[in-house]
């Protein structure tokens, strides 16, 4: 977060993304990924561990992931093909422009 001449105000940024990310990010948000009215948004209760986790992957830690209960097939079947795609798109783009200009999942 940046001060400017001492106050704080969220600002919009442009991020360019390919368009299969943006597919992605869109399918998870309808599926319940974020929850709550505008201005009130926040992330899915069920999610807070799957974020805790990757925080500390991230971090150099381990973590242990296991799914309790399997979610409908052609659903988990969606999501992954999306993350292919995805991932598939963003590295053809950076190909062609021979530099990183989008972000991946």
């Known amino acids: 977060m940046q001060a400017d001449h001492d106050t704080w105000a969220p600002r919009l940024v442009d991020v360019p993304l390919a368009r299969a990310v943006n597919d ?20 899915n209760p069920a999610l ?11 971090a150099g830690g381990e973590v242990e992931v296991r799914v309790t209960r399997r979610g409908h097939p052609s ?4 999501l992954r093909q999306r993350v292919e795609d995805a991932t598939r798109e963003v590295n053809l783009l950076q190909r062609v422009a021979g530099s990183a200009l989008t972000t991946t999942v």
């Open 48 to 58: 807070e561990p799957v974020l805790e986790a990757l925080h500390h992957l991230l």
């Open 24 to 43: 992605y990010l869109l399918r998870i948000q309808q599926l319940g990924a974020v929850e709550g009215p505008g201005g009130a948004v926040g992330l």
């Open 75 to 78: 659903l988990v079947h969606e």
